[in-house]
């Protein structure tokens, strides 16, 4: 199977994802994940059509996608992984959104970075397994907030989530629920900012994920096949 075959199943079971809620496709946006996976298959994916990418890892994003925006107008790359604080400078510098932001320190240290650009964020908001990150719940979700809206250069885009890797359906829909929540309530809080972004949904909950109100899936295995290496 190639990409381009991958990437027209993916959207035929997102439109069917869409339809069963009463949604429209346009409301869901597609990242292709490209972790381990080589500069080829992105400019695969881009002839297909793909717009939009996410690394787990500050290093190989740069070594892959070094003038890859400024050759592919239209191009947009996210930071999806856990970032250390020591590479929070070279991730606002080169990423145009850091999604897993997850804790007070790195707020601190990307808002204190003079990158001469506004940085996207997602607050990341644990609902998984313990060893996942993420801000715990909601109060502590809106206190976050408050100090990414302190400093100017940092830009609030929405949440992002992680539900737990099971076979159950329920406990990932208690997951993405919780992230929904939790949006209305930051809306609530903040509504002269923007936290439209519902990043949630992987390869083997997608489709779950759209049902509960995702606006942006992160696939990557279903797209590129399985990765070369961990």
């Known amino acids: 199977m190639t990409v381009v075959s991958n990437l027209l199943r993916i959207e035929e079971r997102l439109s069917e994802a869409c339809l069963r809620s009463g949604r429209k496709r346009e409301e869901v946006r597609l990242m292709g994940v490209t ?3 080589d500069r080829a298959a992105v400019e695969e994916a881009w002839r297909a059509g793909l717009r939009l990418f996410g690394e787990n ?3 190989e994003a740069r070594e ?7 050759s592919h107008p239209g191009a947009e790359l996210h930071l ?5 604080r020591n590479k929070a400078k070279s991730a606002a510098l080169f990423f145009d959104c850091v999604e897993s932001v997850d804790r007070d320190a790195l707020i601190a240290e990307l808002g204190g970075i003079s990158a001469g650009k506004e940085l996207r ?3 990341e908001l644990h609902t998984g397994e313990e060893s996942k990150r993420g801000f715990p719940g909601e109060d502590s979700l809106l206190r976050a ?15 992002m989530t992680m539900a737990p890797f099971t076979t159950g359906e329920a406990p990932v829909r208690a997951a993405f629920r919780a992230a929904r929540k939790a949006r209305e309530r930051l809306e609530a809080a903040f509504p002269q900012n923007d936290w439209s972004c519902l990043s949630m949904g992987m390869s083997n909950d997608f489709e ?3 049902e509960e109100g ?4 992160r696939i990557g295995t279903v797209l590129f096949g399985e990765r070369a290496h961990t």
Request: aromatic share 10%; proline share 5%; hydrophobic share 50%.
């Open 35 to 37: 972790k381990f996976h």
């Open 57 to 59: 890892r500050v290093q």
């Open 64 to 70: 892959k996608f070094d003038g890859f925006r400024e």
């Open 80 to 84: 999806i992984g856990s970032l250390q």
């Open 121 to 123: 964020v997602l607050l």
């Open 145 to 159: 907030a408050e100090r990414v809206l302190s400093f100017p250069g940092l830009k609030p885009a929405g949440i």
């Open 208 to 210: 779950i994920a759209v």
């Open 214 to 217: 995702s606006t942006l899936v």
